[in-house]
């Protein structure tokens, strides 16, 4: 019977990566089957935070089954892949970034039985997987720290940053090796009295950063990469890869006035972080992946301050990142139509034709609802963001709920709050709790997520009526704005695949833009998107920008109206409400 057993799981297994290694080898599959390019090129990338996403077994957390349960939704979205936050075994301290195993499957998610049959599902509905590599750190319980830590003799004592420290302070403790910071807050060294020495975190102490310049470590991380290939996954989200060396000299950072939310010295991070040799790294494991069959994905989590900085993580010759995350669009955090636009155009020009990965929100920084909403119009401003999203020339990530207009839910006391960063910086810093809360799928009183009385974050209280049920049968709701454009850029050619060339650059209050392809034509015309960021009307004369593009057309044909009108547009005639949206063909 165990045999039995063992057989029927080695060709689920089997059926599983048949099915992933026929989709991933569709060089143009990014939904409609109609582009030549590479998957990702016009991807919508799904990010699940499992925790939050579907609990299958009624403990209050989400988990795999709970995932492969929700795939049909996904697929009705339109998604091409979706990315799982971390779902190795981990203590939990930074909800799953500190791993202490990476090949398996942390019992609270499932099994690794249950994570094949996600992939195989998901591949029966043309959606990928992407996993969370965790590259820079460890959990402090995984068995290469155990076995670092021991003694200063141990073969993997040099798998982590270990350094003596500067001698003792006044109180008789030992003095840091620098006065560097862990981006959580206060000190990066963590002393361990065994060994007499300190470790390097750059976040929490429980998540020591591994030696990169050690060749041991990086073989044994592409072999975890490789493991996960194997299994079919698409590719990897690689976390806080700009972090992954350190300045071998230690020298003390430069301190700048005033302090941070943790109450400690503001201080250069420029030892600490973007160290050139990390694209070294970068492109040797973009050959790792290439060397998988089909087409892999790198998608690093990058936060730069322009687009120029930004070119550098495609790599020189477009062998690093295929996707490193441009936030400085969907972070601008302020409905500026000038900042937008000029943060779009330098998307379109200045990544040397590669395509940007347009965000706006994700599980570390408060909803876009509440970033860019007046508390007026948040419905009309979170429609004219997915049209930005969803209609540049870009691959685009949406972060769960998002396309529900799911609000930040922050903790109001301290004692309620589970993420470390807001225990060690209230109430400066309330961490990142209210962006993780529970998928709300209907408005029951756990929003359809569990069956538990208590979920591990409490459902805020606007799932009654922000979810996934009652949006769904509403064609006016934000979910069905975001099917719509989805579909709308996998069946237009021209939003699939056109240029992106914005229009209008004197226009004070309006964002507008042609999305055009080679060969235009009556069949396959050009298309023009508005998007009001005003609370006025605007009306925008567009005929003579259009002619100098060497487009001949008189007026427009209504794809999309946040008015939800029906009629054609003339060209110099374009009417938008408050934070209204147009999309429409260009004709003559």
Not at 110 to 115: A, H, I, L, R, V
Not at 120 to 138: C, G, P, W, Y
Not at 232 to 259: H, Q
Not at 387 to 409: K, N, P
Request: glycine share 8%; hydrophobic share 35%.
């Amino acid at each position: 019977m165990v045999f039995l057993r063992r057989m029927l799981a080695v060709a689920a297994l089997a059926s599983s990566l048949s099915l992933s290694a026929q989709m991933l080898s569709r060089p143009g599959w990014a939904g409609s089957g109609m582009s030549s390019d590479p998957w990702w090129q016009h991807a919508v990338i799904y990010e699940i935070y499992p925790r939050s996403f579907q609990d299958s077994n009624g403990d209050g957390v989400g988990d795999l089954k709970g995932i492969t349960q929700r795939l049909d939704y996904l697929q009705s979205l339109g998604v091409d892949a979706i990315w799982l936050t971390p779902i190795y075994p981990s203590p939990q301290v930074d909800f799953g970034y500190d791993i202490s195993d990476y090949t398996s499957i942390d019992p609270q998610y499932g099994t690794m039985e249950d994570f094949d049959n996600l992939v195989q599902e998901a591949s029966r509905r043309n959606i990928r997987v992407l996993m969370d590599l965790v590259l820079n750190h460890t959990s402090d319980k995984h068995a290469w720290f155990v076995e670092s830590e021991s003694s200063k003799n141990n073969p993997k004592r040099d798998w982590y940053v270990w350094r003596d420290g500067k001698g003792s302070g006044p109180d008789g403790k030992p003095l840091p090796p620098n006065n560097w910071q862990s981006l959580f807050g206060h000190s990066a060294w963590q002393y361990d009295q065994k060994t007499k020495q300190f470790y390097y975190h750059c976040f929490y102490p429980q998540q020591p950063d591994l030696n990169w310049r050690n060749p041991q470590v990086k073989q044994a991380m592409f072999d975890v990469a490789r493991f996960w290939l194997n299994r079919g996954v698409a590719g990897f989200r690689l976390d806080a890869i700009d972090t992954l060396f350190e300045d071998s000299s230690l020298a003390d950072a430069k301190e700048l006035p005033g302090l941070n939310i943790f109450g400690d010295p503001n201080i250069e991070k420029s030892q600490q972080m973007g160290l050139p040799e990390i694209h070294g790294v970068l492109r040797e494991l973009r050959s790792v992946i290439n060397n998988a069959p089909g087409q892999r994905l790198l998608v690093g989590e990058i936060y730069t301050k322009s687009a120029a900085d930004l070119a550098a993580w495609y790599g020189a010759k477009n062998d690093e990142l295929q996707l490193p995350m441009d936030t400085g669009v969907g972070f601008t955090n302020k409905l500026d139509v000038t900042a937008f636009r000029e943060k779009l155009e330098a998307a379109q020009t200045q990544l040397h034709g590669n395509p940007p990965l347009l965000v706006f929100d994700n599980h570390d920084n408060p909803r876009s609802w509440d970033r860019y909403g007046d508390g007026r119009h948040n419905k009309e401003i979170a429609r004219v963001l997915a049209t930005i999203l969803l209609t540049s020339r870009s691959a685009s990530l949406l972060y769960y709920g998002q396309e529900l207009g799911m609000a930040t839910a922050t903790p109001g006391r301290k004692e309620d709050v589970k993420d470390p960063i807001g225990i060690i910086g209230w109430p400066k810093e309330k961490g990142r709790d209210g962006e993780r809360t529970p998928m709300q799928w209907d408005g029951r009183a756990e929003a359809g997520f569990s069956k538990a009385a208590k979920t591990w974050l409490p459902i805020p209280t606007s799932a009654m009526t922000v979810n996934v049920e009652t949006e769904q049968k509403d064609d006016h709701s934000l979910l069905k704005w975001y099917e719509q454009l989805i579909a709308l850029r996998r069946s237009r050619r021209a939003m699939r695949e056109g240029q992106q060339i914005l229009l209008n650059h004197d226009a004070d209050n309006a964002l507008v833009w042609v999305r055009k392809h080679q060969g235009v034509t009556a069949t396959s015309p050009a298309v023009v998107v508005a998007c009001n960021f005003s609370d006025k009307p605007v009306t925008l004369h567009l005929k003579s920008e259009i002619t100098k593009l060497g487009l001949r057309g008189q007026f427009l044909r209504s794809l999309m109206r946040s008015d939800y009108g029906m009629g054609p547009m003339n060209l110099d005639s374009v009417k938008l409400e408050p934070y209204g949206v147009y999309i429409g063909e260009i004709h003559y």
